[in-house]
């Protein structure tokens, strides 16, 4: 459908729209729908960059610093098998 609209129709319709919600309001618009667009892409590429990162380990409370080292090798093992 857009494919078959021109520059000329466009600028138009932008025209209108200016016309009818204030040229501000239609630059936010504008600028609201392309931060929608990049957030989108972004979380669509999310699982796929996070794949390589561990989860962060959070050291249980009253636990040795030497338990401590000695659970985080252990979770690493786990993660490499």
């Known amino acids: 459908m857009l494919g078959s609209l021109g520059w000329q129709e466009l ?7 200016a016309l009818l919600f ?22 669509a590429k999310g699982p796929e960059k996070d794949k390589d990162k561990a989860p962060a380990l959070e050291r249980p409370a009253g636990m040795s610093d030497a338990e401590w ?9 786990q993660a490499k098998s």
């Open 11 to 17: 600028l138009i319709i932008v025209v209108i729209l």
């Open 22 to 43: 204030g040229a501000q309001r239609v630059s936010g618009l504008g600028g609201a729908l392309g931060k929608g667009i990049r957030d989108f892409r972004e979380e």
């Open 69 to 77: 080292t000695e659970y985080q090798e252990f979770k690493k093992q």
